[in-house]
């Protein structure tokens, strides 16, 4: 029987591991690992428990996936909020009459961040909003993805980073450093579809900011 959690995928392997990729998780790749019975048939084991999800985060949104899912080592990001470590309760109150942005960021804000999504990451970095916690781990999340769309556009986030990336240096030097040494011949494509093309010059002047800080240029 073929699980729940790909109905409807398109299988491109029979034997062996079987990988299936998924319509409705486009980016998603599921391996399985067959252990007896007749293949094809309701009698066909499969090893489900020995796999997980895989994204490829080049391919679509990831804003609702948790940004610590995504690390080497996941516990950087502990089970405490934002608003617990910087003790600074502003932020949680966002007052009678919020913005959207505001919402977010208070919700953000009051989340522990080993369940913080990546689409909140984006809001929070894109206000530079406790980057002393978040710098690290973020700049790691981008040199492995960094045309990672969160919630908006492909490269978000990592526009948000470029945009505060003398906190980013500040807060992870390291990461920071591997991050903007990075190749970002990318964006000038990814971001074409900005009518005007502020997009693409203000990420450009950003990096060549944040290498000349660095001394790469």
Avoid at 158 to 171: K, M, T, V
């Amino acid at each position: 029987m073929i699980p729940q959690a790909i109905a409807g995928a398109h299988k491109v392997a029979t034997s062996g591991t079987v990988v299936w990729h998924t319509a409705g998780a486009p980016f998603a790749t599921i391996e399985f690992t067959r252990i007896g019975g007749e293949p094809g048939l309701d009698t066909e084991l499969i090893d489900v428990a020995v796999s997980d999800l895989l994204f490829d985060t080049d391919a679509g949104p990831v804003g609702d996936r948790v940004l610590s899912s995504f690390l080497a080592d996941p516990t950087i990001m502990p089970a405490v909020s934002l608003e617990t470590l910087s003790d600074d309760r502003r932020l949680a109150r966002p007052g009678l009459f919020p913005s959207g942005l505001m919402k977010r960021v208070a919700k953000a804000w009051t989340t522990p961040l080993s369940q913080l999504s990546c689409a909140h990451a984006r809001v929070l970095v894109g206000q530079k909003f406790g980057l002393r916690w978040l710098a690290s781990p973020v700049a790691e999340f981008l040199i492995q993805h960094p045309r990672a769309e969160c919630d908006l556009y492909p490269g978000d986030l990592i526009c948000g980073a470029l945009r505060a990336h003398r906190e980013f240096l500040e807060f992870a030097p390291d990461n920071a450093r591997a991050l903007f040494a990075g190749d970002f011949a990318w964006m000038e494509a990814t971001f074409a579809f900005d009518p005007d093309g502020r997009l693409y010059l203000e990420a450009t002047e950003d990096l060549a900011s944040a290498r000349r800080l660095l001394g790469l240029v």
